[in-house]
């Protein structure tokens, strides 16, 4: 069945940097583009990125254009997070999810980043 | 950008129906999916494509989408059903994908 894992959540200072990993199982990872979407404590969904299934095209939402980076390694069926100078209002859990024709298909259970001094 | 918007809460009693609205401009040109998330969980995929179910979903779920509003519907409601439930879209014009404001649904 497929499985994504998120690792790499925590605190972080304001302006440091972190990584964020998503691990997949139980389907053709290099099949799939792929998504980040987090959910700040106590608020709704807010799509972050997107990677195409081999990673050449990328998309942003406009609040972490600029300061985070999407990648993959197809050959390791990992997802990339990379965050660059992360602000406090950046506070969310984390998922990663599989897509499918323009929605969400599959998620993980999500990695809590903690933006703070 | 593209917003969507939904009402914060929604109350209904054991085996009535559920209606989750989903306003936007013209929602009824695009393809709309539904998401349950229940407290501490991932979001889960109930209606995908306006009115179509991944498999494992009960029929009790079902979703249409016109003109200014889409909808997702809960019929027989149980009490397992009381979650959060989220709307989205493609926004084709600038190639971002948004959520609704999310509705909270309560069985009595």
């Known amino acids: 069945q497929v499985q994504l894992v998120e690792s790499g959540g925590g605190v972080v200072q304001p302006g440091r940097s972190l990584r964020l990993s998503c691990a997949a199982s139980?389907?053709?990872?290099?099949?799939?583009?792929m998504h980040w979407v987090r959910q700040a404590p106590g608020k709704g969904l807010e799509w972050v990125a997107l990677?195409?299934?081999?990673?050449?095209?990328?998309f942003y939402a406009d609040s972490v254009k600029g300061r985070f980076t999407i990648s993959r390694d197809n050959s390791k069926n990992t997802l990339y997070l990379q965050m660059n100078g992360p602000r406090a209002e950046d506070t969310a859990v984390y998922y990663c999810?599989?897509?499918?024709?323009?929605?969400?298909?599959?998620w993980g259970q999500g990695t809590l980043v903690t933006v703070s001094s | 950008s593209y917003v969507l918007t939904q009402p914060p809460s929604v109350s209904v009693a054991p085996g009535q129906t559920a209606r989750i609205i989903c306003g936007g401009n013209?929602?009824?040109?695009?393809?709309v999916h539904w998401y349950q998330q229940k407290p501490g969980q991932a979001p889960v995929l109930v209606v995908y494509d306006d009115s179509d179910r991944p498999s494992g979903i009960p029929e009790r779920f079902s979703g249409s989408n016109s003109g200014n509003t889409a909808t997702l519907t809960i019929s027989r409601v149980e009490a397992g059903d009381e979650a959060d439930y989220y709307c989205?879209?493609?926004?084709?014009?600038?190639?971002?994908?948004?959520f609704g404001t999310g509705t909270k649904v309560t069985v009595l």
């Open positions: 013209n929602i009824g040109s695009k393809s």
């Open positions: 139980g389907f053709t990872f290099s099949s799939y583009a």
């Open positions: 990677i195409s299934y081999d990673g050449v095209n990328k």
């Open positions: 989205q879209v493609w926004d084709s014009s600038s190639d971002h994908y948004v």
């Open positions: 999810a599989t897509d499918s024709s323009r929605h969400f298909d599959q």
